[in-house]
Every structure is written in C-alpha cells, then in structure tokens.
C-alpha cells in the first residue's frame, strides 16, 4: 500500500503546476530538533511557556535572552536531514512555494547545499527565524543574529534586540502570512509535511488551498488535525518518504 502512495505522490508532483510546501516541527525531528507535541515536545518544557512569551521579554529580558541563546545553542550542531534535501530536490524540479512554521534554519542549509539549473526557492517563516533579530523598540529588523544577543543594540535607535520569532501572545508576521494566503489560492497541490494542524491561523491555509482545487498530501508518522483533508495520507517520517518519493520523480 505504501508503495502504491509513493508511486501516487510522484505522479502528483511530477504533475502539478504549482506545490504549497507548508512544513512543520516533525519535518526537522530526525535531525534532533524537538517537536512541539511529540512525547518530548517543547510544550512540555515549562520554560518555553514561560520565557517565549511576550510579557516574559518585557517583564524579565535578561531571562528570557540568556534561555533563546541556549536554545540556539542547542540547534547550532545539528545538520539536515533526508527530508531536508529530497525537498530542497523537488522544490528544484516543481515551482513551489515553501511555508515553514519551524524557526531553525535546516531547510535553507539543504537549498544551499542541493544546487540545480533553477533559482533556489525561498523559504517562508510563519513563526520568524532563531538566526535573525529586531529591535524590541523600533521593530527594526536584522539580518543576523547578534553573537551576545543581550549586549546587543540597535544601530538605528539604540534598544535592545530580541530573536525575530513569533512569540505567545504576538500575531503572525503580515509578509509570509499573505505569501502564503496567495500560493494557497493558484496552487493545484499541498504537501503537509510533519505539521498537526493545531495552531492558527497557520492551519487554515491547508483548507483554503483545497477550497480552490488542491490536492492535498500529508506525510506524517499519526494522524492530525488535518487528515480530513487530506486527499491522500502516507504514514512515517519525512526523512523515509520523502526520498522515497523523490527517488519516483526523477
């Protein structure tokens, strides 16, 4: 059965116009990264609740910078993963669009390192990026994070810097929001990549693609929020199937 699937979502790629990646945590999972409601999910870390909160930046700043910086620490080591690259591979075949709810930088080092005859494609930050800042002031944004985050300071007004993520309590960035919103309404296939399609409004973006005629693929290892829409569900890690179906469209 499985090998039927993989044969199916080949074909779909191969056939579409335009590809909707939307990725999430479990697509980053084999290469360390935790998820955020697996069994060792980051929502059972009582400091994620605590110091990735709005209020935490503005009531206890030093703690909450000295928690992100350990945090990056963590993710520095590690590396992408099969997923990573047999995506980065059909992303350089398919014109796609590429939505990320994950904050690491893993599918951008699997780009750069997967070069082909198209332009690269860029990646969207639902939920901002660990590896920029902005300034808690002005908002301005930076391109890079700062190496001593909480001795960092704005070059335009002088405030303090913070990681340019989305944290509990802020809304979504407008930019990749309506990316997004644009690629759901042209494109004729979704690829739901290790997402439980639990948060909003990020979730809705599956069912307004499907409203307009996508296909929808899920590649999960259990069920989610999002199976109902699916056209067509594969159970198991991005990291096994997604090479696997990789491997059918060259």
């Given amino acids: 059965m499985t090998t039927s699937k993989i044969a199916t979502a080949a074909r779909w790629i191969r056939d579409a116009d335009h590809i909707l990646v939307f990725c999430g945590s479990g697509l980053s999972a084999e290469s360390g990264v935790p998820t955020f409601r697996g069994e060792d999910g980051l929502y059972n870390d009582s400091k994620l609740l605590e110091y990735a909160h709005v209020d935490a930046l503005r009531d206890k700043p030093d703690e909450a910078l000295t928690w992100f910086h350990k945090v990056v620490d963590m993710l520095e080591p590690l590396r992408p993963n099969a997923g990573h690259f047999a995506l980065a591979r059909i992303c350089q075949s398919r014109p796609c669009t590429i939505v990320t709810q994950n904050v690491d930088r893993l599918l951008e080092q699997a780009i750069a390192q997967s070069p082909g005859s198209n332009p690269p494609a860029k990646v969207w930050h639902l939920h901002g990026s660990l590896y920029k800042a902005k300034c808690m002031d002005c908002d301005a944004p930076l391109k890079t994070m700062p190496e001593d985050l909480l001795g960092a ?98």
């Fill in 153 to 250: 300071r704005c070059p335009k007004c002088g405030g303090r810097l913070r990681p340019d993520v989305v944290l509990f309590g802020e809304e979504l960035p407008e930019a990749p929001y309506l990316q997004a919103q644009g690629a759901a309404h042209v494109a004729d296939l979704v690829l739901l990549l290790g997402t439980s399609g639990i948060v909003n409004p990020a979730a809705m973006l599956p069912g307004l693609a499907r409203s307009h005629g996508a296909k929808l693929i899920e590649i999960n290892p259990n069920p989610t929020e999002l199976s109902a829409l699916a056209h067509l569900t594969l159970r198991g890690p991005t990291g096994e199937l997604l090479p696997a179906i990789e491997k059918r469209i060259r």
